[in-house]
């Protein structure tokens, strides 16, 4: 599997280290209480289609990606870095 990787080009998969769901990006507020947090750390989906993930190019620029991949085809949707991709916070 090969990941373009936004600021070094397609790269092989052995060079980024996977980290889990992009819905990491979003960690819950302190005002949205213990249950939000809760859920934040120990649930996870495990959908059979189009995710969003967390990719790490470990051994590459070192930036965090959001890659969108069909897990039941390993295809590639898009990559994008996942600094454009986070909450904004005043
Ligand atoms: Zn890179």
Redesign the pocket.
Known sequence: MRIN????GA?DSREFHYRGSAKLIDRPLPEQGRAAMFDYVYIRDNPAGVTRELWH?RN????WLVVARDTTSHKILSVELAADRGRVRS
């Open positions: 990787c936004p600021l070094c790269r190019h590459g620029c070192r930036a």
